[in-house]
Structure formats: structure tokens, C-alpha cells
């Protein structure tokens, strides 16, 4: 996040900024700071220099010397930034020690604020998150106590930062919202984007594309009226990395490119080395990993000059997983411990994480069991300690509180206008007290009418409340006797079993890859359990993993398609969990398997109208008559049995045999 600077100083200094200064005093004396890199200096940051200083030297009290140290710590691009920063913050302190009136306590105690954050930005940057939090809390603080309602929003805001960078993402959202409001409050676009970017990559972090794009674009849209270049290089980035994970790599390449060119120009070397490792990423997954190589070694010679470590670790791994993917085991191990090793020093999961997978592969491919597995327990613990439904939920919770308070300030204005109206119509308060005295009389007879109607309700009420609780009663068992079809205990055999040939066989990237998404699947099941209804999207995620993991269990027997209709919003319709499962489970074990050979399942959903919607299931199997004279006498499909109970009397299922040969099962959903 961009360094926060107050207003104040730029409006004292007015147009005289960019003026020509004679400096006419010695290098060091004139510059105040020790090992100043004038070499390395852009003509733009000369200017600032000299402008901001021939200011101070030529001022005769502190505020303004202040004011123009400030003025270099704000605008200066190179890196000497942060030892004007330091000085800030050492005048600042020096001044507070002393008896001061009011005003110029204040003054002070802003500069003090404000050269705390910046060096929480200077250690963010350098990838040391916990000295960075320790410096955004004393921000945070001394801004409280000034009620410095700006200065609070940013720490505020990068205070979630450091959380989001700590994994601790619940943390993340609450302080992103919390500066969210003041800024709001404050309508100051340049930081809103900035919160919009952040709470977009926690969305991104959680597998949401949509959410994440709504966010990302939402930030956009600002910093692109603003001409905020480094906010749009930051939006173009982050568009690119949902488009990468989508898969539109030639999506992903163009806002890559974008977010570079713009970094180019601006000389911001942090954010050219992330689009430089982006773009390396697209070209890995593409496959094309020699041009993929040559963009991370680039990147990691940049992220060592600037001194950032979680950037280093990050490179790091990629590297060592191309070398990995090249077959080059021994670099590919070298990398990869050195990656793992400074993600631990910065305590940095999101970086533990892949490292360590990565290491697990490495150490089985060499024969070293032991150590395999140390790595990917140390890989799944890191994993499963984001839930990402419960920070789902927090954000969907962070969202509405945020909506709610702004409806609340809506609430008060209106409140304020009536108050208004209400003054101006006093003169007329006594022709109304007249007028009402008449509708009461009225409105005792409406009233005695509604007390009838109410006493009508309320009776039909208690008549059918022992039919609700029967049917709450019947609901909450069909909800177990669910849960326990779908912990289909054949299929976890089945899958136990798979992951243990798999490994046995040697291929451990795909036992790894099949034992993720057994854990995943299990996982969701659980926590939807208890869940009358999920998105459209959830409940094909399961599925998705299901089928994933029944088509290797069985060799590869079975392809798969899943087609949703366009005018499904598969967000925001919602139906019971694993309400297809049982049917494609059915496809699979007595349509597609005991055919003998390859089979195909296809998935189809459509909506009929806002209340219903329509989903087919067809293989091409051994079909209906075939199956049922295969089946053991007396077998009963309870997953089925119990899917159509659960569908209620507006759902229902249609089986029937194609002529072609297999099975088509059509199920109608009632939706929410």
C-alpha cells in the first residue's frame, strides 16, 4: 500500500516545489542524511530534493523543515525514502520530549504517526510482516489518540494487510472494513480502491473468481478516473491472476503485460518483479518452462537487490518446481529447501505452504519416505488451518456490517430532514390534532377488526404447528440418513484403497493430488451437512471432485461434462447439498462399469422458471433392464431412495432406457 502522507504539507508549499535551488552548502550538510545514492538518482527525484531542501535550509522554523522533509519522504521513488522517513520520526520524537502548547503538539504528533506507518511499509516491503504490524499498531494508536480520522483509516488498512500477508484472513477483513468506513466517511477514492484491491485478493485467496473480479474492477474503475497509475498497474495484475487461475492465459498475459509496462514507467522495481513472476507463471503453465525459468531467475536477481524476502522465497520455489518438472531433482531440491527456509524465518504460511508440497514430492522421488511425509504433514496442517467456508462467511458478515452502517448514516440524514419538515409545519399541528381526534374513532373499529383477524391467525397457527414440527422432524432425519449415504463407506474403502496403490506404484504427485481432493471432498461434505441448501456452485464443486476421483480410481474408465445453462446464476441459486451425487454415483457403478469399457456421463442443468429447476443425467451404459437383472434380489438404492424424499412433493425423477443404449435420469430441483 502506497505511503500516507497529510495534505497539509503540500498546499504550505504551493507552487514552488519543482523551483531551481542553489544549494551552496556541502554535499553531506546539505543532503542530511549519510550514504544518500546520488548516482543512482532519477531527474525527478533530484528535483524533489532539491526543491524540499533548499526549502529547509532556507526555513527558520521547525514545522516548515518538517514540512519539507516530508515533502522527500512522500515523492522520492528511489529507496533513500526511508532514511528521510527515519529522520522524521527522530525530530518528531526529540520535539515531544519537551513542553509544547497544544497546536504544536498535535503537528508533531501527526509526523510521529505518519513516520511509523512508513516504516511499517518499509518492512512490509522487505517481507519482515511482524516488525511491520509492530509498527502499524503505534500508528494506529497515536492516530486514536489525535483523532486523526485519515490517519486511522490507513493504519487500519494496512494492519489488514499484514494479517492478509500472516495468513490470518477473519483479522484481515475485520480491519479492512473498519477502514473501508472511515474512508467512505472521508471519500477518499485514491484509499478506497486500495481496501476494494485488498478485500478482491482475499476473494481471489478463497477461490471466488466472481467476487474477486467484482473487487479488482471496483478499484479499477477508481484509480482509472483518478489516473492513479500505481493503483491501475496493481488492479491489472490481480485481473490477470483470476484470469491465469481461469485458465484464459492469453487474458492472463495481456493484464500482465499492462501491470508491467506501467511499473516500467513509474520505476517501481517491487511491482516489476511481481509482474515479472506472473508472467514466468502463465509461460510455466503453458508449459513452455524454459521461457518460464528465464522470467523467475530475472525476478529473483531484482527481489535480492530490493531486499524482499517472502518475494525471494516465493522465487525460490518456482524455480525449484520447474526444475522439478525439467527433471532436474538435485537443483530442484537445493531451491526448494532454500525457499522453505526463509519462509519459515518471515513466518510467512502462504509461502511455507508450496514449499514444503513441493519438498514432499522431491524427497519420495529420491526414496526418503520419512522425510516425505514430515513435509506433507507440514504441507496439509498450513492448508487446513484457513477454513476457507468459515472466511467465506466472516467476509458475506464484514460485507453486510459495512452495507448496514452506511444504511444507518442514510437513516440519520433522513432522520435530520424530518426533523427540518417537522419545524417548518408546527403552524399546522393544531388543524391535525383536530383531524385525528376524528380517526380515532375510526380507527377504534379498525382496530377491533384487526384483533379479530389476528385471533383467526393465530388459531390456524396452533393448528399446524404439530404438523411443522412433524415435518422439521422428518427433515432433520432425512438430513442424517443423507450424510450417511454420502459417506458412501464402499466409497471411502474404494478411495483408501486407490491412494494406497497410487503411492505403491510410485506416481506421487497424482497420490498426492488424489489424497487433496479426498480431504477436500470430506471436508465439504461435513461442513454442508447441516445445511438445508448451498449455491449451485458449491454443490458442482463436490460433484466435480467425485467424479474426479472416481475417474481415476477406475483407470480412466469414465469421461465426464457438466453443462450449466448461461441464465443460471449459479452464485445465488441455492439447492441441498449433494442432491445429484447419488444419480451420477448410480451412472457409474451400474450403468458405465459393468459395460467393460470406456463410458461417458454428461451433467445438465436448466432453469424452468424461478422456482424449478431441471437437471439431466445420461450415460451410455448397460442401460435400465441390463442393470436391474444385475443387481443382487432384493437391492434397494438408498442414496436414490433417500435423494427423492429429500426433493419433496414439488421435486420429482424420471428414469428412462434410450434407444441408443444407457440411461437417462431426469431430476426436477425446487431452488431458492
Known amino acids: 500500500m502506497k505511503k500516507y502522507f497529510f495534505l497539509i504539507i503540500c498546499s504550505l508549499l504551493g507552487s514552488s516545489l519543482f523551483s531551481v535551488v542553489n544549494k551552496g552548502l556541502p554535499e553531506k550538510e546539505y543532503y542530511l542524511v549519510d550514504s544518500l545514492s546520488l548516482d543512482e538518482l532519477t531527474i525527478y527525484d533530484q528535483q524533489i530534493l532539491d526543491s524540499a531542501l533548499g526549502l529547509y535550509h532556507n526555513s527558520k522554523n521547525d514545522t516548515d523543515?518538517?514540512?519539507?522533509?516530508?515533502?522527500?519522504?512522500?515523492?522520492?521513488?528511489?529507496?533513500?525514502?526511508?532514511?528521510?522517513?527515519?529522520?522524521?520520526?527522530?525530530?518528531?520524537?526529540?520535539?515531544?520530549?519537551?513542553?509544547?502548547?497544544?497546536?504544536?503538539?498535535?503537528?508533531?504528533?501527526?509526523?510521529?504517526a505518519l513516520s511509523l506507518n512508513n516504516n511499517g511499509i518499509n518492512y512490509a516491503e522487505k517481507g519482515e510482516i511482524r516488525k511491520s504490524l509492530k509498527y502499524y499498531l503505534k500508528s494506529l494508536k497515536i492516530s486514536k489518540e489525535i483523532g486523526d480520522k485519515n490517519a486511522i483509516a490507513t493504519a487500519y488498512t494496512n494492519i489488514g494487510t499484514s494479517y492478509d500477508d500472516l495468513g490470518k484472513l477473519a483479522k484481515a477483513l475485520e480491519y479492512y472494513f473498519k477502514g473501508l468506513k472511515i474512508l467512505e466517511e472521508q471519500r477518499n477514492k485514491k484509499a478506497i480502491s486500495a481496501v476494494f484491491n485488498n478485500i478482491g485478493f482475499i476473494y481471489y485467496q478463497q477461490y471466488n473468481s466472481p467476487k474477486a473480479l467484482e473487487y479488482f474492477n471496483k478499484s479499477l474503475e477508481i484509480n482509472s478516473s483518478t489516473g492513479n497509475k500505481n493503483g491501475m498497474a496493481i488492479d491489472f495484475n490481480n485481473i490477470g491472476l483470476v484470469f491465469q487461475r481461469e485458465k484464459d492465459y492469453t487474458n492472463a498475459l495481456k493484464y500482465h503485460d499492462k501491470s508491467l509496462k506501467i511499473r516500467e514507467e513509474i520505476g517501481y522495481n517491487y511491482g516489476i518483479v511481481e509482474s515479472l513472476v506472473n508472467i514466468g507463471l502463465v509461460y510455466r503453465l503453458k508449459g513452455e518452462l524454459t521461457k518460464a525459468l528465464s522470467f523467475y531467475k530475472k525476478s529473483l536477481t531484482f527481489s535480492k537487490e530490493i531486499g524482499h524476502k517472502k518475494l525471494v522465497s516465493s522465487l525460490y520455489c518456482k524455480i525449484g518446481g520447474v526444475y522439478n518438472e525439467q527433471g532436474d531433482i538435485k537443483a530442484a531440491k537445493k531451491n526448494a529447501i532454500r525457499s522453505l527456509n526463509i519462509a519459515k524465518e518471515t513466518e510467512s504460511p502462504i509461502y511455507i505452504k508450496p514449499a514444503a508440497e513441493l519438498l514432499s514430492i522431491i524427497y519420495k522421488k529420491e526414496g526418503d519416505y520419512k522425510k516425505g511425509w514430515e513435509m506433507y504433514d507440514l504441507y496439509i496442517s498450513i492448508k487446513d488451518s484457513i477454513n476457507n467456508?468459515?472466511?467465506?462467511?466472516?467476509?458475506?458478515?464484514?460485507?453486510?456490517?459495512?452495507?448496514?452502517?452506511?444504511?444507518?448514516?442514510?437513516?440519520?440524514?433522513?432522520?435530520?430532514?424530518?426533523?427540518?419538515?417537522?419545524?417548518?409545519?408546527?403552524?399546522?399541528?393544531?388543524?391535525?390534532?383536530?383531524?385525528?381526534?376524528?380517526?380515532?374513532?375510526?380507527?377504534?373499529?379498525?382496530?377491533?377488526?384487526?384483533?379479530?383477524?389476528?385471533?383467526?391467525?393465530?388459531?390456524?397457527?396452533?393448528?399446524?404447528?404439530?404438523?411443522?414440527?412433524?415435518f422439521a422432524?422428518?427433515?432433520?432425519?432425512?438430513?442424517?440418513?443423507?450424510?450417511?449415504?454420502?459417506?458412501?463407506?464402499?466409497?471411502?474403502?474404494n478411495s483408501l484403497n486407490s491412494i494406497q496403490r497410487i503411492y505403491v506404484e510410485g506416481n506421487m504427485m497424482l497420490a498426492n493430488d488424489y489424497m487433496a481432493d479426498f480431504s477436500a471432498l470430506l471436508r465439504s461434505i461435513l461442513n454442508n451437512s447441516d445445511k438445508e441448501k448451498i449455491s449451485i456452485q458449491e454443490d458442482l464443486q463436490m460433484l466435480e471432485l467425485y467424479m474426479t476421483m472416481e475417474k481415476v480410481r477406475t483407470g480412466g474408465q469414465i469421461n465426464y461434462k457438466i453443462n450449466v445453462d448461461g441464465n443460471i446464476d449459479k452464485l445465488q441459486t441455492?439447492?441441498?447439498?449433494?442432491?445429484?451425487?447419488?444419480?451420477?454415483?448410480?451412472?457409474?457403478?451400474?450403468?458405465?462399469?459393468?459395460?467393460?469399457?470406456?463410458?461417458?456421463?454428461?451433467?445438465?442443468?436448466?432453469?424452468?422458471?424461478?422456482?424449478?429447476?431441471?437437471?439431466?443425467?445420461?450415460?451410455?451404459?448397460?442401460?435400465?433392464?441390463?442393470?436391474?437383472?444385475?443387481?443382487?434380489?432384493?437391492?434397494?438404492?438408498?442414496?436414490?431412495?433417500?435423494?427423492?424424499e429429500r426433493l419433496g412433493e414439488r421435486g420429482g425423477v424420471l428414469e428412462e432406457e434410450l434407444p441408443e443404449g444407457g440411461t437417462k435420469i431426469t431430476i426436477k430441483i425446487p431452488i431458492s
Open 574 to 644: 441455492h439447492i441441498p447439498p449433494m442432491i445429484i451425487q447419488p444419480f451420477v454415483e448410480n451412472a457409474i457403478w451400474h450403468g458405465i462399469l459393468p459395460s467393460k469399457k470406456k463410458g461417458n456421463i454428461s451433467i445438465g442443468l436448466k432453469q424452468i422458471n424461478d422456482e424449478m429447476l431441471e437437471c439431466a443425467v445420461q450415460d451410455d451404459g448397460v442401460g435400465i433392464q441390463t442393470s436391474r437383472k444385475n443387481k443382487k434380489e432384493g437391492h434397494i438404492s438408498k442414496g436414490m431412495n433417500l435423494t427423492k
Open 473 to 493: 422432524r422428518k427433515q432433520s432425519e432425512l438430513k442424517q440418513q443423507a450424510l450417511r449415504a454420502q459417506m458412501n463407506p464402499h466409497f471411502l474403502f
Open 65 to 112: 523543515r518538517l514540512n519539507a522533509l516530508g515533502i522527500v519522504q512522500q515523492n522520492l521513488i528511489h529507496n533513500d525514502w526511508v532514511k528521510y522517513n527515519n529522520l522524521i520520526e527522530e525530530i518528531a520524537q526529540q520535539k515531544l520530549q519537551g513542553t509544547l502548547p497544544p497546536p504544536l503538539k498535535l503537528f508533531y504528533l501527526k509526523y510521529l
Open 389 to 470: 467456508n468459515e472466511i467465506e462467511k466472516i467476509a458475506i458478515q464484514q460485507e453486510a456490517n459495512y452495507k448496514i452502517e452506511k444504511k444507518k448514516q442514510a437513516i440519520v440524514v433522513q432522520k435530520k430532514q424530518i426533523e427540518v419538515l417537522n419545524e417548518r409545519n408546527k403552524h399546522q399541528t393544531l388543524r391535525i390534532k383536530q383531524k385525528n381526534q376524528l380517526l380515532i374513532g375510526l380507527g377504534g373499529g379498525v382496530l377491533l377488526v384487526i384483533v379479530i383477524i389476528i385471533l383467526v391467525i393465530l388459531n390456524q397457527k396452533a393448528n399446524t404447528k404439530k404438523k411443522e414440527s412433524d
